[in-house]
């Protein structure tokens, strides 16, 4: 069974830092991390191809949030830095067995087979 588990939510002010961790019971080719709040729709923060260095961290957050992984400890890592009111949300770590445009930008939460159960994310100005 795959398991992904977040951790390392929490309450930040704002212009703070937060490092989310997803442990995976395995790592698949591509993982990456969305975001949701409440009435809006899920949307992708940050995907990566586990095999190599290619990543993709979308607009609203380039510039302040890294993508990484340790495939030996099986785990996912998202370093957010600069922290918004506006990015307070549900972080979520999610997988997909296929490559296939992992890192182009525009995969949507569909196309995402297997999710954590989300870690809370509070920024306060």
């Known amino acids: 069974q795959v398991q992904l588990v977040e951790s390392g939510g929490g309450l930040v002010q704002a212009g703070g830092s937060l490092r989310l961790s997803c442990a995976a019971s395995?790592?698949?080719?591509?993982m990456g991390w969305f975001r949701q709040t409440p009435g809006k729709e899920r949307e992708g923060v940050a995907t990566s191809y586990t095999g190599g260095r290619l990543t993709h961290v979308y607009d609203m957050v380039k510039g302040r949030f890294t993508i990484a992984q340790d495939n030996a400890q099986k785990t996912l890592y998202l370093q957010m830095d600069s922290l918004r009111p506006e990015d307070t949300a549900t972080y979520y770590c999610?997988?997909?067995?296929?490559?296939?445009?992992?890192?182009?930008?525009?995969?949507?939460?569909?196309?995402?087979?297997?999710w954590g159960q989300g870690t809370q994310v509070t920024v306060s100005s």
């Open positions: 395995e790592m698949f080719l591509c």
């Open positions: 999610v997988a997909r067995r296929s490559l296939h445009g992992c890192t182009a930008g525009h995969l949507g939460a569909a196309d995402f087979e297997y």
